[in-house]
């Protein structure tokens, strides 16, 4: 998998804390959804700081094949490097575990739902429609406008809808 | 279901905010206006898709052609779910709104309806036609009082500003590149300008009902200086020179003011007589038939499952 690493200055400041890392990652957004961030969409699984401020941060790939992967990473690392107290700051994309659509907070499940029509797929496997709030939502096409998303149509309020896989 | 009793009652509730559902019983001419907007929308991504897929095996490298194959995903997704919004307003099917594309009866953005050259022809796409069709479809999504259309176009929106960054990193590889990347950029430069400046269309009438009904919120002329504003000194900054011999700055006003614009070539495209027009039909025609089997094979296998 891809690493990104860069050398930034060796300074005495006290290390970076992971909940710092944890909280300014909570502002890098994922390129197509500009206000979700990679916290909300579970991309990201580990942080490491060693003592001497040596950062790196595990991600995962929603699919492996989405094109926004070095983009991703490019954020993460700058948004991180940013922070005082890093020295070295280093992103990793994990093979595992595999990301699933279960790692999406709860608040952001909401969000997607609410702002931008995209629900996701409910334990029996039926839709809620994110307009109308029915369940006479019909899948339509595997392929939606990304690998993550399919298509689906509400014949209630007549809106098409996507569903996140 | 919500009713007006007259064209004045309907225009007050636009005014006060209003947004149109499917279900409402919404006037005759909105409903007309609006789909025709949204089938030239549908039929751009359409179209547009149809060109990114092109550029995938000539793509130089495998992240490149990663994007590519996204871009391409992304499009005709959007065409998918633009054609499912339209359709259902009742005025043509699906179908119908496809073949009459194809067969050149059909309106699509004028920039397509040239020929890709070079790859730098295609960054020049992703960086400056898409930027001008982004900064239309903003304007369209800030106020669009058509529901469904607007929800669509929330995560067109969201998705085409993450094609503004690669167009960006790729236009940064090639004016930062050789002097024959720099060339080349500047050869594509000279093709594209001026159909991405006449993308946002001449000065928009002063009684259009897109405006008027807020389905549009900015008048063309006001993004076309907007985004002539931005790019002049964007590409001049890289070294680059605009194709406008009468390109100046005024001073007084503080904009850049272009030489007078020849909407001729605009017009051509309208009516399927630009450069490329014929050879993009046929192509997108050509791609519909070869694949029919598809089509055919999922009805099959929805009827069946119907019958089972």
């Not at chain 1, 950062?55 to 991703?72: N, V």
């Not at chain 2, 307003?89 to 119908?96: D, I």
């Not at chain 2, 397509?112 to 730098?120: K, L």
Request: proline share 5%.
């Amino acid at each position: 998998m891809t690493t990104t690493t860069s050398a930034g200055p060796r300074t005495s400041r006290p290390c970076v804390t992971v909940d710092q890392v944890r909280s300014t990652l909570e502002q890098v957004f994922d390129p197509e959804y500009p206000d979700i961030s990679v916290i909300d969409l579970g991309l990201v699984e580990s942080v490491e700081i060693t003592p001497d401020g040596f950062t790196t941060i595990g991600l995962i790939p929603t699919f492996s094949g989405c094109p926004a992967l070095a983009m991703i990473a490019q954020d993460v690392r700058e948004a991180v490097e940013s922070l005082d107290g890093t020295t070295t700051v280093k992103v990793q994309w994990l093979s595992s575990p595999i990301w699933s659509t279960e790692r999406i907070t709860a608040e952001a499940k909401q969000r997607l739902s609410s702002e931008y029509t995209v629900v996701l797929r409910r334990k029996d496997g039926t839709l809620l429609c994110p307009v109308c709030g029915s369940t006479t939502v019909q899948d339509q096409s595997m392929a939606g406008p990304t690998r993550c998303r399919s298509i689906a149509w509400c014949s209630s309020c007549r809106n098409p809808v996507e569903v996140m896989r | 279901m919500r009713a007006w009793t007259d064209l004045d009652d309907f225009q007050t509730f636009i005014d006060e905010g209003g947004i149109v559902e499917p279900n409402d019983d919404m006037p005759d001419e909105f409903r007309q206006e609006v789909f025709r907007f949204v089938e030239f929308h549908a039929n751009s991504e359409l179209m547009g898709g149809l060109t990114e897929r092109d550029w995938i095996p000539k793509a130089p490298g495998l992240r490149l052609k990663q994007i590519f194959l996204a871009k391409t995903q992304d499009e005709i997704g959007h065409a998918h779910l633009l054609y499912m919004v339209a359709a259902d307003m009742g005025v043509k099917s699906r179908n119908q709104m496809i073949e009459e594309l194809f067969s050149g009866k059909s309106r699509f953005h004028n920039v397509f309806h040239y020929q890709a050259v070079t790859w730098a022809d295609q960054v020049a796409i992703a960086f400056l036609v898409d930027a001008a069709a982004f900064a239309s479809q903003r304007a369209v999504f800030a106020e669009c009082t058509y529901g469904p259309y607007k929800r669509v176009l929330k995560r067109i929106v969201a998705e085409e500003g993450f094609h503004l960054r690669h167009g960006e990193d790729m236009l940064m590889t090639l004016a930062e590149g050789s002097k024959l990347q720099h060339s080349m950029f500047q050869d594509a430069l000279e093709r594209w300008w001026w159909p991405a400046v006449q993308l946002f269309g001449p000065d928009s009438d002063p009684n259009d009902p897109l405006l008027k009904w807020k389905i549009k919120s900015e008048r063309n002329e006001t993004l076309r200086t907007a985004y002539i504003q931005k790019f002049v000194p964007l590409l001049q900054g890289y070294g680059f020179e605009i194709p406008d011999d009468e390109l100046r700055y005024d001073d007084e006003a503080k904009k850049w003011v272009t030489s007078e614009i020849d909407w001729e070539p605009l017009k051509a495209t309208m009516s399927n007589g630009g450069p490329d027009s014929r050879r993009r039909i046929a192509d997108a025609a050509t791609n519909w038939a070869d694949t029919a089997w598809v089509r055919d094979a999922l009805d099959a296998a929805t009827i069946n499952r119907e019958a089972a």
